[in-house]
């Protein structure tokens, strides 16, 4: 399943480091892509959405609608 999700707060690669690395306590195997530039998260994986913005949430980011 593949899933986009907005984290305005990423700003630099360290903060994209973070987020991909919340999105792997999830989903090991999970393929994702981050943009700086327009602030998303593309990720493929059989894990639920609310999994990922909980993980994501945790480290310190915020997950848009």
């Not at 700086?36 to 994501?56: G, M, P």
């Amino acid at each position: 399943m593949s899933l986009k999700l907005k984290v305005p707060s990423m700003v630099c690669e360290g903060c994209a480091e973070k987020v991909t690395g919340a999105i792997k306590t999830v989903d090991s195997d999970a393929q994702v892509d981050i943009d700086l530039e327009s602030k998303t998260v593309t990720l493929d994986s059989a894990a639920s959405e609310a999994s990922f913005k909980q993980a994501i949430t945790a480290v310190g980011f915020e997950v848009k609608e």
